[in-house]
């Protein structure tokens, strides 16, 4: 069944033009999704079938609603939206159940970007975040004599490169245009840097390239240039 998305609006908050420049067929909804003591409407995340939930923090109970979508619609993947990403957001978001968490005004093909992630079991924890933990990571190893980096020789030269950049905290965007490529060739390359070494998200590849995490190669994997 094809992904819907739904955005929870209010009285603080419209859904962004780019929003819906990336899902034009998404659907917005008033919050909260699911009123307690009350069954779902046939509106509502959890009877519409709804897969990806976009929540603003605009809205001052958005950290409820987090909570009610995780334990009365699990199958939804909630993302948080913020006009003013801050890390320690970032991590409540995370600790509430968000699948991921973005800037409200984010370009269309970021957002389609997230929904890919999360639609796929992985985490989005945001730029921010993502630097500090691989900050904090690569200072423990340079302290470590016995850490290695993730055996990636199974990788052609351009995902080795598209691997290594998205790792380092580049958008899909950046590394196109560091690589002199587009951005297609570049999600082309990244879902086959994703099966390779077995990873689900951009989190977990820059884990595995960080910490030195090693992954049996997949029978047949060449590493020519693709």
Known sequence: MKTRHCFLTGALVNVPARWYQAFPEGIALPGPPLPPHEPPSPDSPASAG?????????HTNWMEWLLQLSREAPACHPVVLSAMPEDQEALLALQAGAKGYVHLHSAPSLF???????????LWPGAGL?????AATT????????AGRGDISMLSARESQVAKAVAAGLSNKEVASRLNISERTVKAHLGAVFEKLEVR???????FLSAGARTPR???AEGGDA
């Open 50 to 58: 709804v897969t990806v939930v976009w929540v603003p923090v605009a």
């Open 139 to 146: 200072n423990l190893l340079q302290r470590s004599e016995t």
């Open 112 to 122: 389609r970007e997230v929904a890919v992630v999360v639609e796929h079991g992985g």
């Open 130 to 134: 993502v630097a500090r933990f691989l």
């Open 201 to 207: 998200d951009r989190l977990q590849l820059a884990l």
């Open 218 to 220: 997949k029978a047949g």
